[in-house]
């Protein structure tokens, strides 16, 4: 069912979802990329349900620090406030709904709203508005800014719209081991770059949560990541790089897996997962010629062939090399609009120039993404067109991709529609 615009209803709807639960193991219908309300259903449903990655606190380290955090038509200010607590305030002035905080970054005491100037202290709180004598019964604390729970871990600041979400941590906890070697709390962004490609996010997220394209579409990646094949084709050597892990890294831990993603996640869009995988023989990391880039990252002794791949919520990423991390997050700026947001992170001290050179330490994920961005941008162009019609996902390399589309289904359907 193709969807257009004049047959966008509640009813046009309800038949899709009971349509497209009737065929597991398919992709989606062209209508779940094409309908606003569906998008509208998405952002109440899961985006503003969610646990999501904003900033990582490197980027914010002092009183007064801030810096924006758009998820599709909302926009949040993350900010270290005077009092030293790091909070996530929404970017509406309680005035008249005017953005009170334009610039992407900055340090400032006070948001004022540049409409009629109402001012804001860094913690969201009201100041006295101007003139404000005029109002009956004013009473100002009811018109600060409104919050956005925000919870830290390891350094990663991340935000959730609905201020009743369960927490994050005891999920988070649960990869303490794997996570906790690279010392992100401790880490710098080396660099980050948003790739705004006019495709649905979906498309995006389907694409990161398989590999089944790696070996067709990804000709570095491919050279030195063993993901791109069948996990029994690879399991010696996966075997024997999980077997010297700990040693090598001297991280107990380091190669434990786990995952708690999608239905199986402690609490709703509070996903986590790690694998460890092997690069190939000459490979320490994701570089071009396959040697170190960059400082050994926190309490890693040493390189073991290998890469951790995590899940952080249902759209936050992170691929962990021994010597640097790269996080990916698709966010929805529109029905077809998304950020994909790429950070690289190295260890805190290391210096551009001397410790690393950030052309070779982003070129990997750089060119990865961009070969990313153009067969997101095909597989928009098919899923658009008049006569798509979903297609078996593969049952080994796709299998998050099934997981993620029940999830999917089952929480547009909890809305009672
Ligand atoms: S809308 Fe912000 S002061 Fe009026
Ligand atoms: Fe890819």
Known sequence: MNLSNSNDSRDTLKEMLSKQQEMPGFSLASGFYRSQRVYQLELEQILFKSWIYAAHISEIPNKGDYVLFDVGEDSVIISHDDQGEIRALHNICRHRGSRVCEKRSGNSKHFVCPYHGWVYENNGALRTPRASEAYVDFDKADYGLKTVAVQQYMGLIFINFDTDAKSFLPALDLINAPLGAYELANAKVAHQKTY???????????????????????????????LKEPPEKVKPLNQAMLARAEQMTGVEGIGDSLYRVYEDALSFGGCVSHMRYALYEGYET???????????????????????????GPISFMLNYPDHCVLYRFIPKGLK???????????GDAQEGVDYDLERLIWLWHETTLEDEYIVMRNSAGVNSAFYEPGPYHPQYEELCMKFVSWYLNCLQSDGS
């Open 337 to 347: 609009e998304t950020e994909m947001k790429v950070v690289w992170f190295v260890r």
């Open 196 to 226: 705004t490609v006019e495709v649905n996010w979906k498309l995006c997220l389907e694409n990161y949560l398989e590999c089944y394209h790696c070996a067709s579409s990804h000709k570095y990646y491919s050279r030195s990541h063993s």
């Open 286 to 312: 994701g570089s071009e010629n396959g040697k170190a880039l960059a400082p050994l990252m926190g309490v890693i002794k040493g390189y073991d062939g290998g890469a951790g791949d995590f899940q952080l």
